[in-house]
């Protein structure tokens, strides 16, 4: 009896972290007006699988996971970044998913910063920092304040956490808006 009743609990928790643990977009849009959206590649890329299977420790075909990325110059230099948003049970929790923003170095990428708590959209603004355009992502859960929190580059990288970033007005945002995608089992590419 007291398996059974383990057995059952285990697979309430685990249908609740599947339904909570993928967030979507965020649902506040009302004053985006100056936003222009962009859709996420639809192309497998080797080379990005590589580079986010090292980072995270995951397993080709075993670990449930989906990707998502855009190609955009983040730093004027006429080479665009990538930013990769990750969904998945090893990559994603109730806050948010992981992303990854890689630069390409010598023909390869190279892991230029890690986020966790990713929400999509990301936002990427026309002002910079550092030489570097600043990112937005949503935020909230956690008893965190709902926002759009501002991540801006240190001369290194990125914050890894937006959460703990300021928040911004959302009439005072303006850029592209990437990875501009519904998530949903069936979209995305499989890893």
């Known amino acids: 009896m007291i398996r059974k009743k383990c057995c059952v609990g ?5 249908l609740l972290f599947m339904n ?18 962009l859709k996420s ?9 590589k580079v986010f299977a090292k980072e995270f420790g995951l397993k080709k075909g075993t670990d449930s996971i989906r990707y998502y990325y855009n190609k955009i110059d983040l730093n004027d230099d006429q080479i665009p ?4 948003y990750l969904v998945g049970p090893m990559v994603c929790g109730t806050g ?6 890689l630069e390409e170095k010598d023909g390869d990428y190279i892991v230029k910063s890690r986020f966790s708590l990713v929400r999509i959209p990301v936002l990427i603004q026309n002002e910079t920092t550092n030489g570097w355009k600043n990112i937005v992502m949503y935020v909230e859960g956690g008893g965190v304040e709902p926002g759009y929190h501002q991540l801006k580059f240190d001369g290194e990288n990125y914050p890894s956490n937006p959460s703990v970033q300021p928040i911004l007005e959302e009439d005072k945002i303006k850029g592209i808006r990437i990875i501009n995608d519904e998530v949903a089992e069936d979209t995305g590419i499989v890893f």
């Open 96 to 101: 948010g998913c992981s992303g990854l923003l």
């Open 41 to 49: 590649e639809t192309k497998k890329d080797a080379a990005i699988e």
């Open 81 to 84: 970044e990538t930013f990769v």
């Open 20 to 37: 909570n643990a993928y967030p979507v977009q965020a649902e506040q849009e009302t004053n985006l007006n100056e936003v222009t959206y």
């Open 10 to 14: 285990l697979f309430f928790a685990l």
